[in-house]
């Protein structure tokens, strides 16, 4: 009697075994609970910044520190980010050649850094006009939440150049369609986590 397997829907592993299939689903089912871990750190943080969002000590507030249009431009490189991900997990799945794939991922990792860069200068313009995070409640809260992402960022950039690298070096084997599909989930977690900011954080800090 034969037994059809099971296939990820989102990632063509190619011909596997049983062993193969169990730590494929071990592997995921570890980075979904580090994700949702980490969901609850952010969660935690946003419920701060929405106590202390008025608290603001006498100093600046949201209209005199955000530039909106430089916040704009970096959801789209974020968000767009994200597509040209999706495009390499595509390359992935159904590509014969490596070369679309690492092609792909460059682009994400171009959007990521024109992001990383923007995030910076608009928080090197923050302290510029009074607002570090010692100033008041406020700041410590927006300190807290918005560069953690960023680190966020910072480290998968770092993990996308590792899996550059590896593609390079080793071609594209199990392992490192693994690491793709990990890395792919907790960047699309990122862009999620970036449209809850950009919506509570920076919309609604004008509001």
């Known amino acids: 009697m034969s037994v059809v397997a099971l296939k990820h829907p989102g990632l063509n592993l190619g011909p596997?075994?049983?062993?193969?299939?169990?730590?494929t689903e071990e592997l995921l089912f570890?980075?979904?609970?580090?994700?949702?871990?980490?969901?609850?750190?952010?969660?935690?943080?946003?419920?701060?910044?929405?106590?202390?969002?008025?608290?603001?000590?006498?100093?600046?507030?949201?209209?005199?520190?955000?530039?909106?249009?430089?916040?704009?431009?970096?959801?789209?490189?974020?968000?767009s980010s994200s597509f040209t991900y999706g495009m390499a997990s595509l390359s992935l799945k159904y590509g014969s050649s490596?070369?679309?794939?690492?092609?792909?991922?460059?682009?994400?990792?171009?959007?990521?850094v024109i992001f990383l860069g923007l995030e910076a200068h608009d928080f090197i313009t923050m302290f510029h006009k009074g607002g570090p995070?010692?100033?008041?409640?406020?700041?410590?809260?927006?300190?807290?939440?918005?560069?953690?992402?960023?680190?966020?960022?910072?480290?998968?950039?770092?993990w996308m150049i590792a899996m550059i690298v590896q593609i390079m070096v080793y071609g594209v084997d199990k392992e490192v369609k693994l690491g793709l599909l990990r890395l792919g989930i907790f960047w699309h977690f990122l862009d999620i986590v970036w449209i809850a900011i950009f919506s509570v954080v920076y919309l609604g800090g004008l509001a």
């Open 16 to 23: 596997s075994d049983r062993e193969t299939e169990l730590k």
């Open 30 to 79: 570890g980075f979904w609970v580090f994700v949702m871990s980490d969901a609850i750190v952010f969660s935690v943080l946003f419920a701060t910044y929405e106590i202390m969002r008025h608290s603001t000590a006498g100093g600046p507030g949201p209209a005199e520190l955000y530039d909106i249009k430089s916040v704009f431009i970096e959801t789209l490189a974020l968000l």
């Open 98 to 112: 490596r070369r679309p794939l690492i092609l792909w991922l460059c682009l994400t990792l171009t959007l990521a």
């Open 133 to 158: 995070p010692t100033r008041s409640g406020y700041l410590s809260a927006f300190f807290s939440l918005v560069p953690l992402h960023g680190l966020h960022v910072t480290t998968g950039s770092i």
